[in-house]
């Protein structure tokens, strides 16, 4: 009688599940109604009981005969009962945490009278610690960014032959396909707002930059002969932040939207990493072996040294990924000692000092927006996992955990909601790369 159901096919269930009692003969469909119908926890944000209403539409009495749940976190004590005519009757069903194990997102609740099919009301679960499959499909899928405001996962699919770019709602896994086309459509992220994506496509030959509206409108911003890769859209989104790479070195770049003006930021093999407001710079890698980043004006001009390496730190190749404005922190990985490490240092290049330190690799994401903690990835378990890191304490919490690759994308704006990758569950028979999220 259990019935185990992906995101996608809950609202499915849900719409079905709108008509009541069907297949008896004994009256019409709507004669027991119940409510709240579906029964969702998720307003409660948490555990506890719901009171559902029996109400009998009808002049006999109708007898139920039985009630069951499909999860042995919901609980409900009743023995059966009779809903008398016009009349309204309440059972109480309770989730339980103690013996909630998170693997599904939804449950049922099954309603049996008599004289009547059984009917199946749809459960829903609160997001807590446990990982849900949003993209759900015999496909590989990637996810990129969860939009400003957590309520939508960006994500690429090879489903049709190239890339293509899908929205899914993280509360109803509602997903929307913005492109359809054998092309490579890969998205960057979202502009400051939801209302646009900002990607690079190959429908031209070579990469260029385009800009996608949530209604699947695509807009070219750059187009040349080599492929144009971008990085981030800053100041209102009208200036965008890219780099070109012309079979050589690739040089950074910054693209007005509004103008069409296209410049390069700095002469050389440089490419950019992050664009900090803040401070009026972008922060650049590439140049000479011995400097492991650069800043630069966004307006343009020489690039000048940030980050030096130096003998006693062992590091090379610094890659910047996440700047927070109230730590005035920049957050980075490395190599050190042939493994990947991770560090932060001041806008200046100052107090430059590694934060996480293990046997293995591990891969800074970014800061939590509320500046707490460092979201990272590691492969010190033997195979990739999520990880937060508490900047207060120094210490390290595990996020994930499976045999198979967890790889850290995104944290929501809430500093809770956990975008991640994983090949964890079979999809019609085989691993793909699938959507997942989670909460911290």
Same mark, same amino acid.
């Given at each position: %009688? *259990? +019935?185990?159901? #992906? &995101? &996608? #096919?809950?609202?499915?269930?849900v719409l079905s599940s709108c008509d009541f009692f069907s297949g008896g003969n004994d009256g019409p469909m709507d004669d027991l109604r119940i409510s709240p119908n579906p029964v969702d926890f998720r307003t409660l944000g948490?555990? #506890?009981s719901?009171?559902? @209403?029996?109400?009998?539409t009808t002049d006999d009495t109708i007898r139920v005969t039985n009630l069951s749940v499909d999860n042995e976190a919901l609980r409900i004590n009743s023995s059966p009962f009779e809903v008398s005519p016009q009349? =309204? *009757? @309440? +059972?109480s069903l309770t989730l339980d945490f103690s013996e909630f194990d998170g693997r599904d997102n939804s449950g049922a609740l099954f309603v049996e009278a008599q004289d009547y099919d059984t009917r199946e009301i749809i459960v829903y679960f609160p997001f807590k610690r446990f990982k849900v499959n949003l993209s759900d499909h015999p496909s590989n899928n990637y996810p990129v960014a969860l939009s400003p405001n957590g309520e939508h996962a960006l994500y690429y699919s090879d489903r049709g032959g190239g890339y293509d770019i899908f929205l899914v709602n993280t509360e109803f896994g509602t997903i929307n396909r913005l492109t359809d086309d054998p092309h490579q459509n890969i998205p960057v992220g979202f502009g400051s707002e =939801?209302?646009?994506? &900002? %990607?690079? @496509?190959? +429908?031209n030959g070579a990469f260029d930059i385009f800009k996608l509206d949530t209604d699947g409108e695509i807009t070219p911003l750059v187009e040349s002969e080599y492929d144009d890769i971008p990085v981030k859209v800053y100041d209102n989104d009208q200036e965008l932040l890219y780099y070109r790479d012309?079979?050589?070195? *690739? @040089?950074a770049r910054r693209y007005t939207i509004s103008s069409g003006r296209d410049q390069e930021l700095v002469s050389g093999p440089y490419q950019p990493e992050l664009y900090i407001e803040e401070h009026n710079m972008v922060v650049l890698t590439g140049g000479e072996e011995d400097e492991l980043a650069y800043k630069v004006p966004p307006q343009g001009g020489s690039a000048d040294s940030l980050v030096t390496f130096r003998n006693d730190q062992d590091v090379s190749r610094l890659i910047p990924v996440d700047y927070h404005p109230e730590l005035d922190r920049i957050v980075a990985y490395s190599d050190l000692d042939f493994r990947r490490a991770?560090? =932060?240092f001041a806008p200046d290049g100052s107090s430059f000092q590694q934060v996480v330190n293990s046997p293995r690799n591990d891969f800074p994401v970014a800061f939590t927006p509320d500046g707490s903690h460092i979201f990272f990835e590691s492969n010190r378990m033997g195979n990739k996992d999520a990880f937060m890191y508490d900047l207060s304490s120094e210490e390290e919490e595990k996020i994930t955990t499976s045999d198979y690759d967890d790889i850290p994308i995104d944290i929501g704006p809430d500093s809770e909601l956990i975008l991640f990758q994983s090949n964890r569950e079979k999809v019609e028979g085989s691993r793909y790369h699938q959507v997942f999220i989670t909460t911290f």
């Open positions: %009688m *259990v +019935r185990k159901t #992906g &995101l &996608l #096919g809950f609202l499915l269930l948490g555990g #506890g719901i009171d559902v @209403s029996f109400f009998n009349q =309204t *009757v @309440s +059972r =939801t209302d646009f994506i &900002l %990607m690079y @496509s190959d +429908r012309s079979n050589g070195p *690739v @040089s991770v560090y =932060t």
